[in-house]
């Protein structure tokens, strides 16, 4: 037993390398060819460059936290839903609630204060709360969401499939100017997207199989809330609205490099999570 669990476990952290390094190696490619060709875009391929920009740091992602999933992966068309609709309801709600109902470019930069509650109570607050509803009011009461950590993969696709829909809206908004260093955000962007929601998700399958109180799962949104504003506010001081990086500051770089270090603090956290309850399980038997 233990020496499968072991197979197990190294296959595991086979597949994570081999994602990171997937990643790593596509945000390279993007930056060498953006460097080399120096594209310009007309609408229309600006929209598919987008599109094709936000997607593949997200199906790698996914990929990552589906993989830790593997004594009792979860159907792939379910989760593939749960995506789906994290991208619909940041489309239909999410954009249009943040940017013309509550019109956070105009008053959103009036100071730090402004900004950090702002990013937190209304930015934060909407995409969190949209990611768990895109969870609560589908999957969750479903027989195959039957473990604790399902809630972790199931928010994770919301929160990717979120964060698609907001990378091309970047993209299209931008104008395509400098996709190298678009790319970065991008990339930077689904991870955070995937770790926060991952955060509520883990507080639903808690809530769900832990029998906890109704206010569990929202301190859970609220904690996710206030990471999200918090990154927000990080990596917004790397520009306001463009791809182009001419006159970046090393400031703004370091806002950037610490939003990707939450970011991927909390991933690592979630991860963790994942190991240990997976831990707990049975190692299926071999065919």
């Known amino acids: ?37 120096e594209p310009t875009f007309t609408t229309g391929s600006l929209l598919v460059t987008g599109i094709i920009l936000a997607l593949i740091p997200a199906f790698i992602w996914l990929a990552f936290f589906y993989r830790r ?34 019109e956070i470019d105009a008053w959103l930069n009036r100071g730090l204060a402004t900004q950090i509650l702002g990013a937190i109570l209304v930015v934060g607050a909407t995409h969190e709360f949209l990611k768990y509803a895109a969870v609560r009011f589908s999957v969750f009461g479903s027989r195959e969401f039957d473990e604790p950590v399902d809630g972790i993969i199931y928010g994770t696709a919301a929160g990717l499939g979120y964060a698609v829909v907001l990378n091309i809206a970047f993209v299209i908004d931008s104008g395509g100017v400098d996709l190298g260093t678009g790319v970065i955000r991008i990339t930077i962007t689904s991870l955070a997207h995937a ?21 569990w799962t929202a301190l859970g949104v609220g904690l996710a809330a206030v990471l999200n504003g918090v990154f927000f506010t990080l990596r917004s001081s790397l520009s306001q609205g463009g791809l182009s990086s ?36 049975p190692v299926p038997e071999e065919a």
């Open 1 to 37: 037993m233990q020496e499968k669990r072991s197979r197990h476990d190294t296959s595991v952290w086979q597949a994570d390398l081999f994602s990171i390094a997937a990643l790593a190696l596509y945000v390279l490619v993007v930056v060498g060819l953006d460097r080399l060709l």
């Open 69 to 102: 999933d593997r004594l009792e992966p979860e159907p792939k068309g379910l989760v593939l839903q749960v995506f789906l609709l994290g991208g619909l309801l940041a489309a239909a709600v999410g954009l249009p609630v943040i940017d013309q109902v509550f």
């Open 195 to 215: 770790s926060f929601a991952g955060v509520t998700g883990y507080f639903l399958g808690v809530e769900k199989f832990g029998k906890r109180p109704a206010w």
């Open 246 to 281: 001419s006159g970046v500051s090393a400031y703004r770089w370091i806002g950037f490099v610490l939003a990707a270090l939450l970011a991927g603090v909390i991933t690592a956290v979630l991860s963790a999570a994942i190991k240990r309850q997976i831990a707990a399980e």
